[in-house]
């Protein structure tokens, strides 16, 4: 692949779990990485205050250091990191052409590279009422896997009305015998054998056509009671709650893979090997159409990811790409 453009063996678009790992492991196969990254390295991960599911940590770790420590690990096996933003991605040769905002030693915003690991993730949706923002990570959650056991024995509250919702409440209601449902809806929009185990759970109260207005918290700084309003009634009223987990979906960040195919929801459709519809693109994390999305699986992604981007660059060489 003749280019005037740096030239990388891997480039990965995203600098979470998925995308560290993928640098650690393609790095140590002695390939040239480069990780693009436009915000913070550790993606999700950096939000977690308490980081206690990942085997071999034993003692919980926060997640901002442990994504600190990923990085480091990349680093130090020659994987690069620059934080700007792609913006374009187009074929070149045997590979791929990459762009990005700015320019960088002097010349222009593109990398060459033979291959492209896709690991922008996705971000969950909010519900942009009062004291979202302010109480993240002290009460107001999006992953009850993540955080549920902090709130063992506590009031918890579940918005949604979808699988995740009903999945993540019966989760839940092994940790504390007081779990509220919300939902804006007068059924759940969930499978019915998953709505079903809800909604004979005794431990569960469903309220059903019924928004959240506010999540109101106290002198602790953390969440007290959320402000709900009935959609039919438009009457108001407050719960008491130690916690909230909102699950209202997901939103996968796929503005730069129109190429790859996709499933309904707009996550990219890989094989086994995190291979794409598109030779020489692979994709990892929870931007893949997938069951369950946690770090311990996205970093799985990443690393199987790397092995099959070595795969196909040494067949490429094999058949005569350079």
């Keep these: 692949m003749e280019s005037k453009n740096a030239c990388y063996d891997v480039i990965i678009i995203g600098g979470g779990a998925a995308g560290m790992s993928a ?27 308490r980081l206690e599911n990942y085997p071999g940590i034993a003692e919980p770790v926060n997640g901002f250091n442990f994504s600190l420590t990923m990085k ?9 990191f620059l934080r700007t933003k792609v913006t374009g991605i187009d074929r070149a040769g045997d590979g791929y052409e990459i762009s990005v905002e700015g320019e960088y030693a002097g010349k222009s915003g593109k990398f060459n590279t033979l291959t492209i690991i896709i690991a922008t993730g996705a971000e969950h949706r909010k519900l942009g009422i009062p004291g979202e923002d302010e109480y993240f990570g002290r009460g107001v959650s999006y992953c009850a896997t993540c955080d549920g056991p902090f709130f063992r024995n506590k009031k918890i509250a579940v918005i949604g009305g979808g699988d995740a919702a009903c999945g993540e409440a019966d989760f839940l209601s092994r940790l504390t015998d007081d779990v509220t449902v919300i939902h804006r809806k007068p059924h759940f929009r969930a499978q019915k054998a998953v709505a079903d185990k809800v909604l004979s759970n005794p431990k569960i109260k469903v309220i059903f056509n019924t928004v959240v207005m506010e999540i109101k918290g106290g002198g602790s700084g953390t969440v007290e009671s959320l402000v709900l309003r009935n959609i039919q009634t438009g009457e108001g009223s407050e719960i008491k709650c130690d916690a909230v987990f909102i699950f209202i979906g997901m939103t996968p960040r796929t503005e730069l893979t129109a190429t790859v195919e996709m499933d ?9 090997n995190m291979a794409t519809s598109v030779p020489g693109i692979f994709a990892a994390g929870d931007i893949r159409a997938k069951p369950f999305r946690q770090i311990i699986t996205a970093a799985s992604d990443g690393a199987i990811a790397a092995h099959s981007a070595a795969e196909y660059i040494s067949n490429l060489k094999a058949d005569g790409g350079k």
């Design 264 to 272: 309904g929801n707009g996550y990219i459709i890989t094989d086994e």
């Design 23 to 49: 640098a650690q492991y393609a790095a140590r196969s002695n390939l040239k990485v480069l990780v693009i990254e436009e915000k913070t390295e550790g993606g999700q991960a950096v939000f977690i205050d």
């Design 72 to 80: 480091k690990q990349a680093e130090d096996f020659g994987a690069e």
